[in-house]
């Protein structure tokens, strides 16, 4: 469906329920990709033994949350693969539970660090390369629980709101520069946690990682050419 051959993908969180599904579709379509996680083990399984490290993928571990460790796999992937074409944020997590006077700074913190602190890290050091090239596509994951606040979710509809809001300044600021910034807001994505937490739950109505990865593709894509700063939902029937 998509073409992406001769083109770059890098994806945050990559060897996680969509970071994976994604960089599959994305080799699939002719990518190629660079998977970026934290753990080595996780992170070079994701596209498989039949997909060595080399010509179309590379494996890049490191620490999302540090300057310097961004950096280093956003330098190590450029000097691999000698261009950026698309980032893919999709490094983020959930915490709830507490009410926020019972709220500890531990949880503010991990919140706003891992889902929006990534995506400015990240950004910030694409965006140059992007602008360089004259190209570029930018896709974000938000959710949307940022829509509206819910109870004892405080920090993490915040944290995911500041995504939206990054989204949209990034957008403004580089549109000019053929750089497409969006993001999407995922309802329940069919995941062993979720399903783990919700046993009950009819998961037909939720949106599997593949999925959401066709949306992620398509506003990777040239047909999005003309989708900047949205936020798109995929909610599936939940
Ligand atoms: N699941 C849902 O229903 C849902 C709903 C709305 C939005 N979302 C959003 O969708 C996105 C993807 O969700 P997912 O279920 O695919 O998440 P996931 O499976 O937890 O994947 C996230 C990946 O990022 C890695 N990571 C975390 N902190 C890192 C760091 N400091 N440096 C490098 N890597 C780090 C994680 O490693 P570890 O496994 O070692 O922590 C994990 O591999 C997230 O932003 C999430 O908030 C999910």
């Known amino acids: 469906m ?3 051959s001769g083109q770059v993908a890098m994806i945050t969180g990559g060897a996680g329920n969509l ?3 994604a960089a599959r579709a994305f080799y699939r379509a002719g990518a190629r990709v660079a998977v970026l996680d934290r753990h080595r083990e996780t992170t070079t399984e ?3 033994q039949d997909v060595p490290e080399g010509e179309f993928c590379a494996y890049v571990t ?3 949350l540090d300057e310097t460790s961004v950096a280093a ?3 190590e992937v450029y000097n691999r693969f000698g261009r950026i074409d698309i980032l893919l944020n999709t490094a983020g997590g959930y915490r709830a539970g507490t009410p926020l006077h019972a709220t500890p700074n531990e949880t503010w913190d991990l919140m706003m660090n891992l889902n929006a602190r990534t995506v400015f890290l990240m950004s910030r050091a694409v965006v140059p390369h992007m ?6 596509k930018i896709v974000n994951v938000a959710a949307r629980a940022a829509l509206q606040g819910a109870a004892e979710a405080g920090p993490y509809v915040a944290s995911k ?5 990054l989204t949209e300044a990034l957008a403004a600021e580089v549109a000019d520069n053929g750089i497409n910034v969006n993001c999407i807001l995922p309802g329940k994505m069919d995941t062993p946690a979720n399903r783990a937490a919700q046993p009950a739950a009819d998961f037909s109505r939720w949106v599997s990682p593949e999925s959401m990865a066709n949306v992620i593709l398509f506003l990777a894509s040239d047909l999005a050419r003309d989708i900047n700063g949205a936020a798109v939902p995929i909610y599936g029937r939940g």
């Open 2 to 4: 998509f073409d992406f």
């Open 19 to 21: 970071g994976a599904a």
């Open 46 to 48: 994701v596209l498989g």
């Open 62 to 64: 490191g620490n999302l």
């Open 73 to 75: 796999m956003v330098a």
């Open 131 to 136: 602008i360089a090239a004259g190209r570029g």
């Open 161 to 165: 709101m500041a995504v939206i809001r």
